[in-house]
């Protein structure tokens, strides 16, 4: 079981943008909670895509909810493949009072889809990363959590190989995978490459690369050079590129298993996996010493170590709920009373000022930062999305990470610069197409 943002669509998202076109109204703003939590009544369903814990830990949290606010029942489902299966539910009215936003929705669709919760300057004090579904002004959505990126190791696996020291740049990281290789029975770095959604886990570690909070949304759509070599995503891939080449991965990724996975990283069968935070309490539940689990930024050989931190997936109402106020008091007790960031997600709190956790502060006390992605300036919200759909380029889709892999390991006849100039010769044609656009 997966939780992240960045889960990707198994259905195409040109089509789903016809498919999403229209087929729902807009709605007013979800009221606030009365004052009176026993005021508020109904019965909401709320669908997750914790199907881990949907029958256990989600039932503690509606006992909870439920002392505070005894007239709502709700009712939860989790969808095992969630982006899919929930894109399916919105080409209908029917998808829930509360759900998770679809990272694939385009952003300036939000609003034919789900309620506003409130305006950017009402809620900015209270929560971060709220920016990252705002809509003209209005968030639509309140991330459950706020997920730090990097690499989960094995300290155990490095102990064995060797490592002393943590690698900071991507040669002393492949030069730690190769030890891994020579001295243990581990495998060094494991792709999850058959799961598909793994791959894109990379793409959140493009702003450690490049060092800066401001490349991804202001310096990104404004540049032709987006993966030529030098630039961020030409040397993040080519971490994966030279590891999969110098038979430092699976010996047969397309047999990969994400359950298991998680399991033999705890174990010690393998010494490193791309992740986001979401991963390492699912990692250290299957562990013997949970204290054999780590994690390290992602390597740079940027002059500062920025591990950004970004949004989860978001919660929203239905725009089309009939118990709204119910839905918004869910939504304001999971993300201010459950706790569910920390002890579920194993990440921040999207609440203001929230602490960061234990195995972070080693990396604040080296002078690594830990910041939230400068958003879009004003007139280029939702650039990239725009330049990466038009392009078919698939920032956060496997497709390329998967030609990556397969060209490293001799299944395809081409070299890593032919598929990062085919990528960039796509981006500087869609980038001209969009703004031609935009500019209409």
């Known amino acids: 079981m997966k939780l992240s943002k960045v889960l990707v669509p198994l259905l195409s998202v040109l089509l789903l943008a016809g498919l999403f076109a229209g087929c729902a109204p807009k709605g007013s703003d979800a009221p606030a909670a009365s004052s009176d939590p026993k005021d508020v009544e109904g019965e909401i369903t709320v669908i997750t895509q914790r199907t881990d814990i949907v029958d256990t830990v989600f039932q503690d949290y509606a006992k909870e909810f439920n002392k505070l606010y005894p007239n709502v029942k709700i009712n939860f489902q989790a969808l ?37 919760l409130g305006t950017y300057e009402e809620m900015k004090s209270k929560y971060t990363g709220i920016e990252e579904r705002m809509v003209e002004g209005n ?17 155990k696996v490095f102990k064995d190989a060797g490592i002393t020291q943590l690698p900071k740049t991507p040669d002393q990281f492949l ?28 793409e959140a570690d493009l702003a450690t690369v490049a060092g800066t909070k401001e490349y991804v949304n202001v310096t990104q759509p404004n540049t032709d050079d987006n993966f030529t070599k030098g630039q961020p995503h030409y040397e993040l891939y080519k971490i994966m590129y030279d590891a999969a080449k110098n038979g430092l991965i699976e010996k047969d990724p397309t047999t990969t298993d994400w359950e298991t996975s998680k399991a033999d990283l705890a174990q010690g069968k393998i010494g490193t996996m791309v992740l986001g ?31 950004p931190l970004a949004g989860d997936y978001n919660l929203g109402i239905n725009v089309n709920s009939e118990n709204k106020a119910a839905a918004r008091a869910w939504v304001d007790w999971f993300t201010e ?8 997600a194993g990440s921040i709190s999207p609440l203001q000022g929230a602490k960061l956790p234990e195995i972070l502060k080693q990396y604040g006390e080296q002078g690594a930062v830990f910041e939230t992605l400068t958003p879009s300036p004003k007139g280029q919200e939702g650039i990239v999305d725009k330049i990466d759909k038009k392009g078919e380029i698939g920032l956060w889709q496997p497709d390329f990470k998967k030609r990556i892999i397969e060209a490293a390991v001799g299944n395809r006849p081409e070299s890593y610069d032919t598929i990062m100039k085919d990528l960039n010769d796509a981006w500087v044609k ?7 656009k935009e500019a209409k």
């Open 139 to 155: 968030v639509y959505g309140i991330p459950v959590a706020m997920t730090y990126s990097g690499v989960i190791y094995n300290k």
């Open 430 to 436: 869609a980038r001209a197409e969009v703004a031609a």
């Open 337 to 344: 009373k459950s706790n569910y960031a920390v002890e579920q």
């Open 175 to 202: 030069k730690a995978l190769q030890q891994i290789k020579d001295k243990t029975k581990a495998v060094p770095l494991f792709t999850n490459y058959a799961s598909g959604w793994a791959l894109t886990q990379w």
């Open 80 to 116: 095992a493949d969630y982006e899919s299966q929930i894109k399916i539910r919105m080409g209908t009215r029917d998808y829930g009072d509360v759900l998770l936003i679809p990272t694939s929705i385009p952003i300036a669709e939000l609003p034919d889809f789900f309620e506003p």
């Open 277 to 307: 935070s979401w991963a390492i309490d699912q990692i250290k539940s299957t562990a013997t010493n949970k204290d054999d689990i780590g994690f390290m930024p992602f390597p740079t050989n940027a002059s500062k170590v920025l591990v």
